[in-house]
């Protein structure tokens, strides 16, 4: 835990500790573990903040119903803030909701990409435009070490979206444990999905007052993904 510690405080060196942030939030395990490091470096969340679709009914990445991420924001204590939009609509929506976060006092954005630079310059550029800073706490960290440390930090999680090329619909409902790490392994699957191989939900971990109980219904193909229906 010594040297997890030690690259968070790496990865801050340039952001003032006890400052104010909100988490972009999946309600997957890259969004959660990076909001758990930037709260153990002292830095005070006060939003998570998830993009839906155009209904308004479920995340845009990982499908997961709004009342479901309201649930886990009451479990971590931390209000959530949603905004509405196609994919066309995506960076416009994005960049509004980044304006009232930046009159808010709201100084930089937690984001958990790992490695993909496209990602990152992403973020990078729509919160400087807003004169918010861009933090990613899990950048350039090994994966076996991400994915490791997140089970053995208690966090859990269960697999609600797997690319169809990669992995079957036997896969959706399933745990992110050490068994399953070593089977994507086996599979050659990027074992933290960084390629959106799968997409998770978290239900339990350091971050929440008590397990958040899900269970799965229909599983339904679309644009080459298989999505789990989740209550």
């Not at 995340?59 to 119903?65: E, L, N, Q, V």
């Not at 435009?129 to 208690?154: M, Q, T």
């Not at 070593?182 to 799968?198: Q, T």
Request: with cysteine; charged share 30%; aromatic share 12%.
């Amino acid at each position: 835990m010594l040297g997890t510690l030690g690259n968070i405080e790496k990865q801050h060196s340039v952001i003032p500790m006890n400052t104010t942030f909100f988490c972009s939030w999946s309600g997957g395990k890259d969004s959660c573990l990076a909001l758990y490091y930037a709260i153990k470096a002292h830095d005070i969340p006060k939003y998570l903040f998830t993009m839906l679709d155009e209904e308004g009914e479920y995340s845009r990445s990982h499908r997961i119903p709004k009342s479901i991420l309201q649930q886990q924001s009451r479990k971590i204590g931390i209000p959530i803030t949603f905004t509405s939009a196609s994919w066309e609509e995506y960076e416009v929506r994005f960049d509004e909701t980044l304006q009232q976060y930046r009159q808010n006092n709201i100084t930089y954005g937690v984001f958990g990409d790992i490695d993909i630079e496209e990602h990152r310059g992403w973020c990078e550029r729509i919160c400087e435009k807003n004169g918010i800073k861009a933090n990613h706490p899990l950048w350039k960290r090994s994966r076996e070490e991400l994915i490791e440390e997140f089970i053995s930090l208690g966090f859990k999680a269960k697999i609600i979206v797997t690319k169809a090329d990669k992995l079957g619909s036997e896969w959706l409902g399933r745990s992110i444990d050490k068994e399953v790490i070593e089977e994507f392994r086996e599979r050659k699957i990027d074992i933290c999905g960084e390629y959106g191989e799968y997409h998770t939900i978290v239900t339990d971990g350091p971050l929440f007052e008590s397990e958040l109980k899900v269970k799965g219904k229909n599983k339904n193909m679309k644009d080459g993904y298989w999505f789990l229906d989740i209550e």
